[in-house]
């Protein structure tokens, strides 16, 4: 069974390096693609993929060693460069106490850097050993996706075709919500989306509508989402294919004369006339 795999950047799954000889490299390398079996916390943009049992665990253990053995080696840089870092205070204190260590530092600071340079490059190349099909699995994984998706919608849309086809019968709901702000009646094609009550042909919704409106005259109406889309398919617009099936045109949001204006304190001033004759 395929477990979810999260995907990011090598600079995202870090947060953040120094800039010295290991931070250069993993700068050059900061795009370098990492898989873990969790969210990161310092990455809101991972990718969410799946993959098989055996590829997710060789990915991760991968990313898991590499970030073990960038570690490893952020603490060999420092201390090899104990030297570079005197204190912001008391630094000639700090020179005479320090200066053997100091001295010593600085004769094989060269050295260590190359040897430092080289372990990450063996760390890297071993990772990319393991997760050198990583990228290609992505990109299959991506038109997988595509197909799938685009196999759902045209279901969805087979669907809607069949319901709104059959939908003289006594195939639709509805229901009544209050808000502060109002009342809106909602409709339903029962076999598109799950709400409202009851069994009805859509002239008996909408002769339920219209007594809801003969006491609050200013209820919206409103479809369900896969309801509202078969319409729309069908009759280009929603309203339209309510008037086709009932033969009434309705205003789904008629005008309420006693809400006051909603104004946003976001609004342009007046035209300018500035330069006019």
Partial sequence: MERELYVTDLGKLLGGWTVNVVGTELSEHSRLLCAHGSRSSRSSSDRVVRAGPEDHDRWCSATDRLLVEIRALQEREEAASLH??????GGLRWRIRYARRNWLLRTGYDEASAQLRSDFGTALAAYRKSTGDLPEYLEEF???EKERKRREEEQARQKRTEAIADASGTVWSYEISKYSGGRSFWIYLRNLDDGGSGEHTAQEVHAALTAERAEHRYTRVRWGQETERALEEKYKTVVSGWARLTGEIIIPDPYDPKKPPI???????????YGSF
Avoid at 268 to 273: V, W
Wanted: proline residues 10%.
């Fill in 84 to 89: 570079l870092r005197a204190p912001f205070r």
């Fill in 142 to 144: 991506d038109k997988r």
């Fill in 263 to 273: 104004w946003s304190k976001y609004h342009g001033g007046p035209t300018s006339n």
